[in-house]
C-alpha cells in the first residue's frame, strides 16, 4: 500500500517546490492543505506539476459566526488531544494586540477555532495519512494541525532553520533533534575553545538574518509599485479571510503613509537614548531581546510575551552587584521596532543599560556572567564562549548542561545565582557541535525563501500575486539540484521512521 503524504502549502511556496521534486523520487500519495490569498490561488487550482490526490483551501472551510458556537465541541476536543486552544488563540497575532484592522470578539475567536477543529479532524479522518510534511508553524491553526497530527500519532517531517547559518533541519519537534543518534554516546572530536568558536563564527545566525533582512530592503520606488498594485487589484479576501478582516484599502493605504514616518520618528528614539557604548568591566548579565510577533515567542514561549516584564523579573533576581545589558534587536525594524513608550518603560528601569541594535552581540555574550533569552540563539552561543545562560522556553541546545530553563518565574532568582557561579566544560560543547553537524542538513532556508521572494513577489513586498504555471516550472528547474538535495533528505527521514516502525526491515 502506498504511503500518504500530507502537505502544509502555503505562501513561501518552498513546500510545493520541494512536493514537485519529491514526486519524481517517492511513489506515495500527495494531499495538500493550501494557506493562501486568491491570486496565488488560482496557480494550485489549475498547476499540472505535482499531483495531489485531494486538496483543501483553507480559507473555504472558515466561517465567522458569532450565533452558534459548539462550545461542549470545543471543550472534548481539548481533552480528547490535550491541545490548549486559548493559549493559541489568544497568541496568534491576528487575533490580539498586533492587528490594527479588526478586533476580534471572544465568539468570533471560538467560532473559527471550531470551524478549524473540524476542517483537521474530518481531513484527517478522511486520508489517514502516515506523514506531515510542513514548515515550521509560525500561526496558530498550523501549530493547531501541527500538534493535532502529533495526537494522532502522524510523523512529523518539519523543515526549520537550525539557529546555525545556511543549515536546516527536518524534525518531528520545532525545539529539539529526534535523530536516532544517541547524543551522550558520541565520541568527542576533540576540537579547541578556539575551534567551536571559528565555527560558529563561520555559521553565524544572526549575521545570515542581517543578509537576509538587507536583501529585502526598502527601495521607495519597488515599494511604490507594490502599493499601486495592491491597491488597484481586488479585494475580496476581506469578506473570507480572517487575516485581512476590516483591512479595506483605505486603511491599508493610511497604513502604507503612516509606516514609515512612525518607523523613522522611532527610529529616532532609538538612536538617540539606546546606547553605542558602555562599561564591559562590570559585573552584567546580558538579556537580547526577541522580536515581537515572531513564532519563537508567540508559540515556542506562550507564557512569556511580554519581554518588558520579563526584564523587571530578570533585575529582581539578580545579585545587588549586577547589572542587566538589555539590547535591541535589529530585526525588530522589519516590525517597524516598538513603541515608544515601551522603549521608555525599559529604560526607566533601575540597573537597566539599554544598548543599540548596532552593538555587536558577540561582544556582550564574551564579557558578561550569563545571558538570558526567552528562546534565542545568544544561549548556544554563550557556551560555545564558555558562559552559562537561562532560557524561557524549550531549545534545540537545552540538552547543554549551561543551559538552564525556567519552568516558573519564582525559580528565576535561585536559577540566576547559581548559574552566575557555574564552571562550563568546553567538552560538552564539543560534542554538541559534532551533534549539530550530524543532525543539520545543507539546506540554506532564509537563502530560498530569499529566490522565492524575488521571484515572484516582488522582493516579498507583494504576496497577492498571480503565478504563471510557466513561471514556476522556470524556477523549479532552475533550482532543481537544491531541491532534489532536499528531497533525498526527506526521503532519508522518511525511512528512518518507516525502519523505526517495521524493524525487521
Known amino acids: 500500500m502506498k504511503e500518504k503524504i500530507i502537505f502544509w502549502l502555503g505562501v ?28 496565488p490561488r488560482q496557480f494550485f487550482e489549475k498547476q499540472t506539476l505535482v499531483d495531489f490526490k485531494k486538496t483543501w483551501f483553507f480559507f473555504d472551510h472558515i466561517k465567522n459566526s458569532n450565533k452558534s ?12 488531544y490535550k491541545i490548549d486552544l486559548w493559549t493559541l488563540a489568544i497568541n496568534e497575532r491576528m487575533f490580539y494586540r498586533f492587528f490594527q484592522f479588526h478586533r476580534f470578539s471572544r465568539n468570533e475567536i471560538l467560532s473559527i477555532l471550531e470551524h478549524e477543529c473540524k476542517l483537521f479532524e474530518t481531513i484527517l479522518d478522511e486520508i489517514k495519512p502516515d506523514f506531515l510534511i510542513t514548515k515550521l508553524p509560525s500561526r496558530h491553526h498550523h501549530e493547531l494541525f501541527y500538534r493535532l497530527c502529533k495526537a494522532r500519532g502522524i510523523k512529523i ?27 551522550q554516546d558520541l565520541e ?55 487575516y485581512y478582516y476590516g483591512k479595506t484599502k483605505t486603511k491599508v493605504l493610511f497604513s502604507m503613509i503612516k509606516g514609515p514616518i512612525v518607523r523613522k520618528y522611532r527610529q529616532a528614539f532609538v538612536n538617540k537614548h539606546l546606547k553605542k557604548d558602555v562599561d564591559l568591566s562590570v559585573p552584567f548579565v546580558y538579556f537580547p531581546m526577541g522580536v515581537d510577533m515572531e513564532e519563537t515567542i508567540l508559540i515556542g514561549a506562550p507564557f512569556y510575551t511580554n519581554q518588558t516584564e520579563i526584564i ?8 545587588i552587584n549586577y547589572k542587566i545589558y538589555v539590547k535591541e534587536n535589529p530585526a525588530q525594524v522589519s516590525r517597524d521596532w516598538r513603541q ?42 554563550a557556551a560555545v564562549y564558555g558562559k552559562p545562560s537561562v532560557v524561557f522556553s524549550d531549545t534545540f541546545y537545552s540538552v547543554l548542561p549551561s543551559v538552564h530553563r525556567i519552568k516558573g518565574i519564582e525559580d528565576l532568582p535561585h536559577i540566576i545565582r547559581s548559574s552566575l557561579s557555574e ?44 503565478i504563471k504555471e510557466s513561471t514556476m516550472k522556470q524556477f523549479l528547474q532552475k533550482n532543481k539540484s537544491i531541491l532534489d538535495e532536499l528531497a533525498l533528505e526527506h526521503i532519508k527521514k522518511i525511512r528512518s521512521y518507516t525502519n523505526q516502525k517495521n524493524p525487521q526491515r
Open 340 to 381: 515608544i513608550p515601551e522603549y521608555q518603560e525599559i529604560l526607566d528601569i533601575p540597573g537597566v543599560e539599554f544598548l543599540h541594535p548596532s552593538y555587536q552581540s558577540e561582544i556582550l555574550v564574551k564579557n558578561c556572567a550569563l545571558v538570558i533569552t526567552i528562546s534565542g540563539t545568544s544561549g548556544f552561543e
Open 188 to 242: 568527542l572530536p576533540g576540537r579547541s575553545l578556539t575551534d567551536l568558536q571559528n565555527f560558529l563564527s563561520s555559521l553565524n545566525y544572526g549575521k545570515q538574518i542581517k543578509k537576509y533582512l538587507h536583501e529585502r530592503g526598502n527601495p521607495l520606488i519597488e515599494n511604490l509599485k507594490a502599493a499601486i498594485e495592491y491597491l488597484t487589484s481586488e479585494n475580496k479576501e476581506t469578506e473570507t479571510q480572517y
Open 69 to 80: 458556537i459548539d462550545i461542549d465541541y470545543l471543550t472534548n476536543f481539548e481533552k480528547k
Open 312 to 319: 523587571r523579573h530578570v533585575i529582581k533576581s539578580l545579585p
Open 157 to 183: 517531517l518539519m523543515l526549520a532553520q537550525a539557529r546555525l547559518g545556511h543549515r536546516s533541519i527536518i524534525t518531528e519537534y520545532a525545539t529539539k533533534f529526534d535523530s536516532s543518534e544517541k547524543y
Open 12 to 39: 513561501d511556496l518552498t513546500h510545493f517546490c520541494l512536493s514537485w521534486s519529491l514526486k519524481k523520487q517517492l511513489d506515495a500519495d500527495f494531499f495538500a492543505i493550501i494557506d493562501i490569498t486568491n491570486k
Open 423 to 466: 564552571k562550563i566544560d568546553h567538552a560538552n560543547i564539543d560534542k554538541f557541535v559534532k551533534w549539530l553537524e550530524l543532525n543539520t542538513i545543507n539546506f540554506d532556508r532564509f537563502g530560498f525563501i530569499s529566490l522565492i521572494n524575488n521571484f515572484f513577489y516582488k522582493g516579498g513586498r507583494l504576496i497577492k500575486v498571480e
